[in-house]
């Protein structure tokens, strides 16, 4: 399975981006996909994830209520969209895929697939 991240950008305090996250290649071994975060010289960080099927959301605490993640139908495009941005969420942001549904679904261990992430910028 392959995935790419893209979407990112410069924004201002307050604004909003939409990511998307492309999937393509053979999913049978994934039953959720992850949105995480990294930014210079801290560890990759968890955002949100979503089961394939749609019904199971979680979020982090820091982006409850500020993000939300989604995905097509046909589970080859994903989004996080980001609202109310803040300075600390600035980052590269990579989606990945795992099998797990619910426990250690926030584990960026469980998850494969990771390409290139998309760089989120937030100035004051």
């Known amino acids: 399975v392959q995935l790419q991240a893209s979407g990112g950008g410069l924004v201002q ?3 909003s981006l939409r990511l998307s996250c492309a999937v393509s290649g053979r999913t049978f ?3 959720s996909l992850g949105w995480f975060r990294q930014a210079p010289r801290t560890e990759k960080e968890f955002v949100a ?3 394939w099927s ?3 959301r979680t979020y982090a605490d820091s982006v409850k209520g ?3 993640i989604s995905g097509d139908n046909d589970k080859t495009t994903f989004y996080l969209q980001m609202n109310s941005l ?3 969420d600035t ?3 990579y989606c990945a ?3 797990a549904v619910v426990h250690n679904i926030r584990d960026p261990v469980m998850y494969h697939g990771w390409g290139q992430g998309t760089q989120v910028t937030v100035s004051s």
Do not use: L, Q
């Open 86 to 88: 803040k300075p600390e």
């Open 29 to 31: 071994r994934s039953r």
């Open 91 to 93: 980052a590269a942001y």
């Open 66 to 68: 500020r993000f939300t």
């Open 49 to 51: 994830a979503i089961n």
């Open 54 to 56: 749609g019904g199971y």
């Open 13 to 15: 305090a307050g604004g």
């Open 97 to 99: 895929v795992t099998d």
